[in-house]
């Protein structure tokens, strides 16, 4: 049986919640997650380890970003490593968001390492980032499509009077939603701005700040000063980035993804829809492989195939389907 070609995402902050408590359990010992851990702990910081194995799950020690961080990209890192070859040729990586540090290790950019002490720093930075006079502002998320996942014109055109907002940007194209990002008082106006969908949108992400968005410049002024190009080596894969760039595995210019890693997607928007559009474009993947924790990255890639109509798909009910086959193409890992 030959192997299948596969592009890896890997998701964003946020995805470790209380139903992925315990899913590094598989990994317990073995030398990839001992290697994050004792980087952890050389940091001062828990270990991942000791924060996946808990007596129980408590929001305010495994939601406190450095943590939250830590367990994703952990996550992510080891489900990658331990993609069976004989069934999957990884042609590519991309993520959403901190996905994108997940990506680099992946892709080899990092070895677990620096990947766990530069993840773990952007995950602090970001989150205490001073912003605008002290306030970090914080990120909603809007969806803009209908039941059937497919363009809903009044929604776009709220979410397109909501970014005229003084402090108020477009933070992460996430397939069919908006995630916008913006000052507080930007925030409160906007989620009195949007229409009320499915009694639950416009929500506000708890305990995010504004994420890719200017508010967060002086991060991205504080890894640029503090990690060098000689952090970075040649990718092993293909790269996707936030903005449809490709990465080739081939002798890159360390400067330029520096500058992009710290600079560009820290502090201007994320376009994960058409990352995930690019991957599927250029490297004609027989399966898209969705690294966790957590599952909820699935509908997002699947609205940004729906979007230029890959495979056919044209609704929420094609892609069901597509998922009901024996061939699904989406693959949870």
Sequence with gaps: MSRKTAVVICPGRGTYQKNEFGCLKPFYDTPLLNQIDRVRASLGLETVSALDSADKYLPARHQLAVNNAALIYATGLCQFNAINPDEYEVVAVTGNSMG?????????????????????????LTANCPGIGGDTGGQLIYPVLNEQWQPDASRLAAVAEVLKLPGMYRSIQYG???VLAGT?????????????????????????????SPLMQEASNQALARFGAECFTNPRLPLIDGQGHVWPDLPVDAESLRRYTFQTQVSSGYDFKTAVQVAVREFAPDALLLLGPGTALGGAVAQSLIE???????SKADFTALQASAEPYLIQL
């Excluded at 994108?100 to 602090?124: F, K, N, P, Q, R």
């Design 176 to 178: 069919g939603y908006a």
């Design 184 to 212: 507080t008082p930007a925030v409160k106006q906007a989620l009195l701005m949007l229409p009320p969908v499915d009694e639950r949108f416009p929500m506000q992400l708890a305990g995010h700040s504004a994420f890719h």
């Design 308 to 314: 230029i109509n890959w495979h056919g798909l044209a």
């Design 100 to 124: 994108w540090y997940t990506a680099l290790s992946c892709a080899g950019v990092w070895d677990a390492d620096i990947g766990t002490e530069i993840m773990s720093a952007m995950a602090e």
